[in-house]
Each structure stands twice: as C-alpha cells, then as structure tokens.
C-alpha cells in the first residue's frame, strides 16, 4: 500500500536561512510525489510534483524538492526562508494510477522567525 | 492556474439541519472531484471520490446516506450534509482534477467551515 511519512511535526527556522521539511514514501511502482500548502482556513497550495525526469524539481514561490530513490525520500527545501512561508505543508504521493486519488502525510509546521 | 471555487466559507447552523457545499472548477473541467475533512492540526481524510456522471465511491467508514455527493455536471460537485450534529462540525474542502489525472495535481477549494450548534 501507498504511504507516505513526515517525520516532523514542526520545523522552526530563522528568517534568511535555509529550510527543509521532510518527506518519506512507500510506493509500488513509480511515485508521483506532490507537495502542498495551507494557510490557517484556506485549502491546499499546490507547490510542486515530481513524475519523472530530473531529481531536483523546481516550483512555486521558490521552492525546491529532491527526490531521491535509494532514500525513498522527496525533502521540501527553500535556500533562504521568508516569515510568509510560515504555514502547514503536506507532502503526499498517487495512491492509484487511475482515479487520481492522493494519500498525504501527516503535515508540517514550518514557523520562520525574524 | 486552475481556480476552484468552494462555497458557503463558513456555515454556523443549528442541529438536524441539512447543509449543501458546491465545490466548482472555474476554468477546466473536472472530471473528477475528491470531497475531504480536516480535523484541527490534522491532514486531510479523504471522504469520497466522485466522477461526472457516476455515483461517487466512499471511504471507508463514510456513510454515504450521510453525506450526499452529486457530481453532476464538469464544473460543479456538491456535498450535502444531511441532518447535521455537532459532531459532523469541522473543515471540509474539496479538490478537483481534469483528464489525465494521475500524473496532475489536484486543485483545492478554500475549505468550508462546518459548526453545528
């Protein structure tokens, strides 16, 4: 069965630095590996995939995730953190290749401080 | 981008009655739909799944008598709770996707929040 895992609840970082929120998977078969944004009351952000081709996938307000097979890993990374990027991220990978359906992790708090 | 658009935000209603959440897709046409709740600090729980046309396909554990979901045409799926308790209060949020759905993500509503008085 599909699954995928994050390790942190919470992830505190100054403003400037660099983050990284972590993601693990289980998967049979190839994975389609998404990442997510929520703001407080609002739905999910869509901020990256990875399908196939290259390992380091570029997306939205920038950032960055790093598939890596031997890991089963698909880390969140931002080189320089903004207070704004404070919100819940969720991982979450394709249960199924036909209906679309996503099985998302158990979120991460990112909180950056000034 | 894709634009979904839920609605009511937020509802405030008394127990035992029903309540109806649309859920469209502005500028594609979903031909699937994902309806989800959201428990404080907690990840999505998938509720069902509903394809144009079709009767959409519950989770375990949703009773579908419960909630209703209708996905009647390309841009527009509801979710109806029916005579609601105060248990069913929380943050429903749908999502939609077009063809070719696997490899594409989903496109998320803002959510509607639930209270039942």
């Known amino acids: 069965a599909q699954s995928v895992a994050q390790p942190e609840d919470q992830v505190n970082v100054a403003e400037g630095n660099p983050l990284t929120v972590k993601c693990t998977y289980s998967v049979s078969g190839n994975p389609y590996l998404f990442w997510y944004v929520q703001y407080p009351n609002r739905g999910l952000q869509f901020l990256l995939k990875?399908?196939?081709?290259?390992?380091l996938v570029k997306g939205s307000y920038g950032f960055e995730a790093e598939f890596n097979k031997s890991q089963t890993s698909f880390h969140l990374k931002k080189p320089s953190a903004l207070v704004s990027d404070s919100a819940l991220y969720f991982c979450a990978v394709r249960a199924s290749s036909n209906t679309g359906k996503l099985i998302f992790g158990q979120g991460t708090t990112l909180q950056v401080k000034p | 981008g894709a634009v979904v658009s839920q609605h009511p935000s937020r509802v405030i209603c008394k127990s035992g009655t029903s309540v109806k959440i649309e859920c469209r897709s502005l500028d594609f046409q979903a031909t699937t739909m994902f309806w989800y709740r959201q428990f404080p600090k907690q990840s999505l729980m998938l509720m069902a799944t509903s394809n144009e046309g079709s009767k959409a396909t519950y989770e375990q554990g949703v009773e579908k008598d419960k909630f209703l979901i209708n996905h009647a045409s390309l841009t527009l799926s509801t979710l109806t709770v029916t005579s609601a308790h105060p248990e069913d209060s929380s943050f429903y949020i749908c999502s939609a996707s077009g063809q070719n759905r696997g490899n594409q993500p989903q496109h998320f509503g803002d959510g509607t929040r639930l209270s039942i008085l």
């Open positions: 990875y399908i196939t081709g290259d390992n």
